[in-house]
């Protein structure tokens, strides 16, 4: 389009419009738009590294828990009520969590892990 208004340019202002005006008002529209999108790109990049070092942390996590949870059931008697307790946390936290995600979407539990 700018280009086009340059062309014809004085055919324009022949008709009554401010060409100067209208140029000047999209090319400073138009570089606030490429500005913004180039901030965006980054930004998506961005955000792919840090949920890759989220999850990495993620099941860091999961391992360190699930490893604590098991020395706990094996610090107490098998059958008491402590150890059913610990053996509740550790079911809990094998099973996948339930996501409203589409398919073309990462997970991002413990289960993405493997």
Same mark, same amino acid.
């Given at each position: 389009?700018?280009?086009?208004?340059?062309? =014809?340019?004085?055919?324009?202002?022949? +008709?009554? &419009?401010?060409?100067?005006?209208?140029?000047?008002?999209?090319?400073?529209? $138009? /570089?606030?738009?490429?500005?913004?999108?180039?901030?965006?790109?980054?930004?998506?990049?961005?955000?792919?590294?840090?949920?890759?070092?989220?999850?990495?942390?993620?099941? =860091?996590?999961?391992?360190?828990?699930? +490893?604590? &949870?098991?020395?706990?059931?094996?610090?107490?008697?098998?059958?008491?009520? $402590? /150890?059913?307790?610990?053996?509740?946390?550790?079911?809990?936290?094998?099973?996948?969590?339930?996501?409203?995600?589409?398919?073309?979407?990462?997970?991002?539990?413990?289960?993405?892990?493997?």
């Amino acid at each position: 389009m700018i280009d086009m208004l340059e062309e =014809e340019r004085k055919a324009l202002e022949k +008709g009554g &419009l401010n060409v100067k005006r209208i140029l000047a008002s999209l090319k400073r529209l $138009q /570089a606030k738009v490429v500005k913004l999108a180039a901030e965006q790109e980054a930004s998506k990049r961005r955000t792919i590294d840090i949920t890759k070092e989220l999850n990495k942390w993620k099941h =860091e996590l999961y391992v360190d828990t699930s +490893g604590a &949870l098991d020395m706990s059931m094996g610090a107490v008697d098998k059958d008491s009520i $402590q /150890a059913k307790g610990f053996q509740r946390m550790r079911s809990r936290i094998r099973r996948p969590r339930r996501s409203k995600k589409t398919p073309d979407q990462p997970a991002t539990g413990p289960e993405a892990q493997s």
